[in-house]
């Protein structure tokens, strides 16, 4: 019987915002008093820091000669380091029909030549 009683007065106490089984804990109120006002801030996944150059930049960087000449180019560089950046992206038109993607991993020394069409990169 006196276990009964125990379980009817869990049920009552349901109704007045408090939950039964055993230990009786307060249920939060719905205003928000309770609850924080804003969500906790979850930790941001670091993003890769990234450069874009124009088209210009690969047209720029070669040459007549058929080589390259960062003389060509170095004013475009001089207000970032190139180091301090995960990748650096520069399109390149080929022979104005075809576009191709450079991309440089300057921390990694990597250089990627991406291609649709499966071409080599330009020498």
């Given at each position: 019987?006196?276990d009964?009683?125990?379980d009817?007065?869990?049920?009552s106490?349901?109704?007045?915002?408090?939950?039964?089984?055993?230990?009786k804990r307060k249920?939060a109120?719905?205003d928000g008093?309770?609850?924080?006002?804003?969500?906790?801030?979850v930790?941001k996944?670091?993003?890769?820091?990234?450069l874009?150059?124009?088209s210009?930049?690969?047209?720029i960087l070669?040459n007549?000669?058929?080589g390259?000449s960062?003389d060509?180019v170095k004013?475009?560089?001089?207000?970032v380091?190139?180091p301090?950046?995960d990748?650096v992206?520069f399109?390149i038109?080929?022979a104005?029909?075809?576009?191709?993607l450079?991309?440089?991993?300057?921390k990694?020394n990597?250089?990627?030549y991406?291609?649709?069409?499966?071409?080599?990169?330009p020498?």
């Amino acid at each position: 019987d006196d276990d009964d009683d125990d379980d009817d007065d869990d049920d009552s106490n349901a109704a007045s915002g408090e939950v039964g089984s055993g230990s009786k804990r307060k249920v939060a109120d719905m205003d928000g008093d309770k609850f924080p006002r804003q969500a906790p801030r979850v930790a941001k996944e670091k993003k890769p820091k990234s450069l874009f150059f124009s088209s210009f930049f690969y047209a720029i960087l070669r040459n007549a000669k058929g080589g390259y000449s960062y003389d060509n180019v170095k004013r475009w560089c001089r207000k970032v380091r190139l180091p301090d950046y995960d990748y650096v992206f520069f399109p390149i038109n080929v022979a104005n029909t075809h576009w191709t993607l450079a991309v440089v991993e300057p921390k990694n020394n990597v250089m990627r030549y991406l291609d649709s069409l499966g071409g080599r990169s330009p020498q």
